[in-house]
DNA sequence: CCTTCCATCTGGTATGGACCAGTCACGCCC
DNA sequence: GGGCGTGACTGGTCCATACCAGATGGAAGG
């Protein structure tokens, strides 16, 4: 292997080809954002390729994220990332519209349950106490691109249920509550959308994406929030401002 | 974790049911980290299916972070993440080694250059300043896990490359020029392992990777290094613990 | 006008075959 | 004992084919 530098010719692997020819359509702007793409067996007969092939090539740009697919309808070229401070919580809609897209929130359901011994221990609680769990959908410019699930201690909140979470529950926490948080505890990583996540994002099981967790204390280290969100890889890109300790 | 998420009907998609089997398996502890999965060929036979399905089981669980491959030696399960805080410095031997893991680190070229606009702009120098750039490679228990280019200003560190960088950089800029670290901006992106990045950690084109680009500054705010690093996705976990300013 | 239904298009899954290109362990040779 | 070559093994690429199931849009019917 070489000890110089990057940049590789093309290695006449098909599939890399085909690859690069998309993506070159995409680079030109002759395929714009949300643009459709030919379909695959367009593109098979076009470049003269197997189907297979011509999908390898497509996964290929899917991983980089230039483009994604609706299920049996076609693939299309992947929009912009929107840029996320997780350690920096001003609620989704408003960073979102900030960065000139258009967000939506959907609660896919908003119950009480009990703690188990994971949550038990996050919340100082003993197991079987009463929490509040919100699941969300959140959508960039009509697509579905994270999905979260929100714990919060029911004994900081009684009766939040009777809100409505398709608004900031940053908000309703602050102002109805007087929680306001002053630590956030975050850790991300690289996963595969599969099950449940996979299902609701409309994405194919085994489409990257990337775990955030998220635990929000208040000024007295009380946990105020804790929240597990689920992004689609293509969507998202953290950028974190510290000072170092 | 409670996950009183919908699901969990076996699609009766061969590839899933493949896909979970080995999972059990690894689960199960039947198969552990670093150990060495049966051959495609073997798992074809093994289970019945083609050998397209049991490699699209096989990409799953890769997707995971489960198993990972090395080219034309086969399968491998995964050993677990390591935690990384990019806001805290204090050097990957020293973190990695605090996690009971074997570090190592391989210089892949050091050389002088000259600033380009966009590197010009980091530094706020004039395009065609001198800069220094290092290539690493990092590795975690013999496996490469991570290839990083830092740049750092050479007016701030003059005759740099009269080092070895096979330790820890942060330090030399320390101890022989008093940089030190005030504040961090880090960024973060899922990404496809391509190319260069793909062929110095071994690992096929389209990986799924994590790309980190960290522009650290001391008290006078001057730009002390400008770094991205490419990570296997299924090497690390990101935390990252922050007061809410 | 709206709803319903159906033909068609699209991606999703699965099979099986072929050949290529590194890897790796074994055994030969020096 | 150590270096070297070789051949079996393993994943990597590519092909052709078939059928399934959801998405879609237009035609038919209310």
Redesign the interface.
């Known amino acids: ?1 070489t ?6 010719r093309s290695d006449g692997l098909h599939y ?1 080809d085909m690859r690069d020819r998309v993506a070159g359509r995409i680079a030109s702007g002759e395929l714009k954002p949300t643009d459709k793409l030919p379909s695959e067996r367009q593109l098979q007969e076009e470049m003269g390729l197997a189907r297979g092939t011509v999908r390898e090539g497509l ?2 740009l899917e ?3 230039l483009i994604y697919r609706r299920d049996r309808s076609g693939w299309y070229v992947s929009p912009p ?1 929107v ?1 996320y401070d ?4 001003e609620g989704f809609i408003s960073y979102v519209e900030a960065q000139g897209r258009v967000p939506a929130t959907e609660t896919m359901s908003a119950e009480t ?1 009990v703690a ?1 011994p ?2 038990a221990e996050v919340f100082g609680r003993r197991a079987g106490a009463p929490l509040y ?1 919100i ?1 969300r959908r959140r959508h960039v410019d009509g697509r579905a691109v994270l999905v979260e699930q929100i714990v919060v201690d029911a004994a900081l909140t009684p009766d939040l249920l009777r809100f409505s979470f398709d608004q900031s529950l940053t908000e309703i926490l602050k102002s109805a509550y007087g929680l306001s ?12 959308l ?3 996540e996979a ?1 609701v994002l409309g994405a194919k ?6 775990a955030v967790q998220r635990t929000s204390y208040d000024a007295q280290g009380r946990v105020v929030e804790f929240d597990r969100e689920h992004w689609r ?2 969507a ?10």
Chains 1, 2 share one sequence.
Do not use: K
Request: glycine share 6%; charged share 20%.
């Open positions: 292997m000890n110089t530098a990057p940049d590789q890399i996964f290929q991983a980089e994220g990332p840029v997780p350690t920096r919580w349950i188990d994971l949550l769990m699941r948080v002053a630590r956030n505890v975050v850790s991300m990583q690289p996963c595969a599969t099950g449940y299902e099981s085994g489409l990257p994406g990337l890889h293509d998202v890109r953290i950028s974190v401002d510290t000072r170092v300790r």
